[in-house]
């Protein structure tokens, strides 16, 4: 009883405020990021480790067994290889996942009566638990990913759990909107005495399917979700990627279990790629919710088998600029050149078409031709990536090793606009590290374009006008998805019809925002994938009870 | 412009007050029933036209075409009959199905763009002009499902109305709840002159699919969330109970139209079984949302194909009734017997399992037996049913052929404590009209007991104990779902641990209410289907856009 006194109960009055103010903000359309605005000496206040502390803990973490004490352990297995070329060697539990979907299970009744307060209180805990981490964070997610460390930085640390407080509070405001009494009004012919409550139902088990270019940013959302309306969350991390999601759950169980949980509401589970391990899990009947950022492919799948399950699947595809005109023709290419750089993995959230008029677009430089902007966006990126100390701080190297293939393939397709060159990165030689890749493309080769492509690729396209540009990303972006879209114009017109398509096409929109991405965590905002609301409420349903006010005295 | 003046922008400001403390109710947990509230002379002053007045027009409506001036017309189509012998032999037009969904597809941009506040004015609209037709669609849920004409009357009229109303208010709270514009807080190193706008995006056309017992009841909340979130709906009624859904389009496309928007954002479906419509309409890529009330089979079968859209399947199932003790033994008869006597058609709301220790319970009375309770209730329907003008009011007739061999196959399976007798209607001496079959199983029979059974099948199950009620329960209801659950008890721990029952088997629950049955449109409540919130905000998505602030000057 002492540790539950100690942070149980007064997880939520510790945090109360926060939480308000998150929730307050977000209804007001304001976007708070309380983590990120902490700087400096705030963040050493608020416990941060410094860089160098951070570097030790995490060579502390190499070659070793990484415990975590959960139920059903067969055995350990290692599946990550750092792109960087250091040995990770990390020996995580390999847990039977039916042991782990009947701990789940077991554990669900106590969250549930935990009550929403409590849990949001919890969640931000483990928020503020994980922050004093960010950097040992942002090296994990650097070493399996190859992410340069500014951007797993970004993706790791305050950026990634101010999307989570964002997931917290949106979760914490509608599970508090469910009122908890009822009560009748009169009716003709009927008494009055009559009560009832409503209850919120979590939906049951929560498979997070963990993606091997953004863990943190993409996993969070649905995981903090996902426990703040009461359903216990089993963590599947991508076998190349599953460090910064074990360091996660760690925290996570440490936070519950002081608070007098079962620490297996938040459990991990990691495979051997043969077991097959998603899918199992995926298809597992007590599995109620299951949230996945990535391919198409394995979205169809989860939506076509795992039908048990409500399946929260954000499809990345091809993101599109639309470029009409500038009055900034500079920046323009200076903020594309610099998006295209930094791209790494496979889940993209750099842009990887480009669609512009052939015959050119109108600058404050004067009209450019499209040729224009393919030479100039080559000789940014060139530019950009002079200096092997901006490599490095710049581009990721790549993780997968198909990637490479794919890049000479897409290279075939169209006039190359700039190469794919081997950069060295000054500190890991090994590494392979690309300049992207740009082809000139013409808009009928849809079928080279019209999918999602890994790695460094981007296309430039030449349209026959804008308004044929538009076309073409309505009629992409619409059948595959995107992450987001962006546009160039100058001419509202034009800005009102990409957004009346971007609209259609369910893709969020930047307009003039050369290098904001939305879907990037170097991005201004920390939106919440596009779902709305209903990806916080389609994780509960609402039971009500009645009775006689006097049947119940 | 004269007819958009009369009712198009001002729909929102003359119901305005109306939705808002509709939406104040429902988020304190109060019930409003305006609709129903309104008695007598108000009912009178708000328009509701006389019961002889709606028998000439229900009348003028037979045998006629039903015009509705719908696209791609291919001939007519009568599918009714009243299971009271009337000739019905209304003929409703005979759409191409992809007609019908090509025009629902055009109608989506102009309703999306007329916004939430607007689309719940209309639809309040649409409500206040179907209370005006309320007798009109009480005879026509009288004499296609069979319900009796009080009965009729409550799940077509004002209750049905107030159920929609509900609907409405929680999608126009819900969708006023999207922040329109968006701000970002400063974040060290990027500028504040960012905005943003939060856009619904309502997420395509709608299908109702509509059941034959209680096609207004179970067909309102869902036609209605749809239309005000800016979804496009086709109603496509069950062909044996096609008439009220039929008047109900027709208001709607005349409201819509007079107030300047497309009559196709509202359609009726009607087509010869042979077609099977439902299930085209179900799988047509651009159908996104479908709502079913009905058997677990076809909602499983919803779910399985029709994976293009969101399903919002509510599945019936064995509705329970847990019986351990009472304060008033002759209540509970009373109301039990008077439930089990209003069942007439496929879709249950009255209760089918009646669960009670085999030892039997204790009562006010004294203990009671098992035998007692059994005979008790067959007395208190033969009672209850002893006078023909009560049969007339109380039991209704059978519209469906099948259920008669399902009566007495039930028969079969244990000891008949009342048997399904004929009863003769004192107006309608042709219809198929029956008491209630009450069986008398055990526990290990829950192959019979344990899926829905159609029309007057109850059985009275013997148990070990209660809590081996509630095992069962849980069991039975958490496998093949339910409308609702009630529990009759003295014990305060009985209750609450049935609560706790229902929640997992995620059942409505009502505690010592014997004859108020939360599915039943004669309830006190006038509850949404279960799944809150997620009904109303799994029929849009956010869809955010990003500029910078000189940029959009």
Known sequence: MERLTAVGPTAYERHRSLLHDVVRAMAAGECRLPFTAATGQDAADAGMRSTRTAAKVFASLLGRPFDLDQQGELGR?????SPYGIAMDIRYPHCDPAALVAAASRATAGWRAAGPAERAGLAVEILRRLNTRSHELALAVHHTTGQPPGAAFRAAGPRAQDRALEAVAQAFAESERVPADLRWESVRGRPLEMRGTCTLVPRGVSLLVGCADYPLWNGYPGLFASLVT??????APHPRAVLPLAITVRVARQVLAEAGHSPDIV????????ERLHRRLATDPAVRIIDFTGSARFADWLEQYARQAVVFAQRTGPNTV???STHD?????RGLASSLCRCNGRVRTTPQNLLAPAAGIATDEGPKSLRDLGADLGEAVDRLLGHPARVARLVGAIADDTVAAEVERAARYG???HAARALRHPDHPHADVRSPLLVRLQARDERVYGREWPGPVAFLVGTDSTAHSLEVFRRTVGRHGALYAAVHSTDPLVLAVAESAALDAG???VQNLADDLPADPSSGGSDLPAAGAHFVTGRFRV???????????
């Open 322 to 324: 639309v470029i009409d």
């Open 415 to 417: 006039t190359v606009v």
């Open 230 to 235: 009461g359903n216990p969350v089993i963590v």
């Open 77 to 81: 297995v290692a599946t990550e290889f």
């Open 507 to 509: 893709a969020h929109l």
């Open 267 to 274: 459990t991990l589970a990691v495979a051997p790629p043969e």
């Open 329 to 333: 023709y500079r920046s323009l290419v």
């Open 543 to 553: 039971v009500r009870s009645r009775r006689h006010v006097a049947a119940a005295a």
